[in-house]
Nanobody
Framework: QGHLVESGGGTVQAGASLRLSCVDSRRLSSNNGMGWFRQTPGKEREFVAHISWNGGSTHYADSVKDRFTISRDRAKMTLFLQMNNLKVEDTAVYYC?????????????????WGQGTQVTVSS
């Protein structure tokens, strides 16, 4: 098992909220940007949100803007994704990732560590 461990996924109805967490057990990402991505069967892993090393800069995919919020607690080495007003199309496996540099990116290749993923299922 890698050092990024996600939790908080589950099955909810449309309109509900979930909060995903990602703990860095080896404390390797304190000075690195981090991101959330998601993937559904048969599709490429897609960018959701990223955050800079100090939390001062964030960026979201258009599909989740104004509904999802990325944040981090550097002292606790934990990354969060607050997901509100969930839609059926948000159903996916969600992955956290640590970037190679201080700022995140929409590009998967900018990340060198990945969690194992947590399933989010939104029903209508």
């Amino acid at each position: 098992q890698g050092h990024l461990v996600e939790s908080g996924g589950g099955t909810v109805q449309a309109g509900a909220s979930l909060r995903l967490s990602c703990v860095d057990s080896r404390r390797l990402s304190s000075n690195n940007g981090m991101g959330w991505f998601r993937q559904t069967p048969g599709k490429e892993r897609e960018f959701v949100a990223h955050i800079s090393w100090n939390g001062g800069s964030t960026h979201y995919a258009d599909s989740v803007k104004d509904r999802f919020t990325i944040s981090r607690d550097r002292a606790k080495m934990t990354l969060f994704l607050q997901m509100n007003n969930l839609k059926v199309e948000d159903t996916a496996v969600y992955y956290c990732a640590a970037a190679r540099k201080a700022y995140g990116s929409t590009d998967r290749s900018a990340y060198n560590y990945w969690g194992q993923g947590t399933q989010v299922t939104v029903s209508s």
